[in-house]
């Protein structure tokens, strides 16, 4: 029988989860076996730019906070796996979408975007979205094309009423 020692100790882990599930806007769970600890470190280290992190918590542990939040990932709770955890909506989830594409090795797997699961297609289009920065830029490119119209328009105008 396990000691009360240990158990308020896997509460108390069980409980971080579950914290870090609800305060994130991103999380994802990927699989992470082949990879070295210089390629997880690098991971880390592009996560925390976008204010991201990756913690590994035993399956177990991870199923019972799930099952506190009510979230069922039954199918994916096998296997070395791994939790990233994003304050971002978009910006973790492309950054490990893009390392998944440079490292065959890790394997995306399932995700909980704003409190709804998500498989792994839903994972792909947000990480197909342009970042905050590039969708100004494109509201931005879009609105000029008027500013730029209305500047020929007035032109032409106070040419016209010149030679009247």
């Known amino acids: 029988m396990a000691s009360q020692k240990v158990l308020n100790e896997k509460k ?3 409980s971080e989860i579950t914290d870090k599930i609800k305060n994130s806007e991103s999380v994802i769970l ?3 076996q082949g990879l070295t600890v210089a390629d997880l470190s690098v991971l880390r280290n592009k996560l925390r730019d976008v204010n991201a992190e990756v913690k590994i918590y035993k399956n177990t542990l991870l199923k019972r906070a799930l099952d506190d939040l009510n979230l069922n990932l039954e199918g994916f709770l ?7 955890f994003g304050k971002d909506l978009l910006e973790p989830i492309k950054v490990i979408a893009d390392y998944a594409k440079e490292k065959e090795r890790l394997d995306i797997r399932v995700g909980i975007i704003s409190g709804d699961v998500a498989d792994i297609n839903t994972i792909r289009e947000y990480a197909s979205i342009p970042s905050r920065d590039g969708l100004l830029t494109m509201l931005a490119g879009g609105m000029i094309q008027y500013v730029r119209d209305l ?3 007035l032109n032409l105008y106070a040419e016209q009423l010149e030679n009247n």
């Open 12 to 14: 108390a882990v069980v």
């Open 30 to 32: 990927f699989q992470y």
């Open 78 to 84: 096998e296997g070395p796996n791994a939790i990233l």
């Open 151 to 153: 500047a020929i328009g």
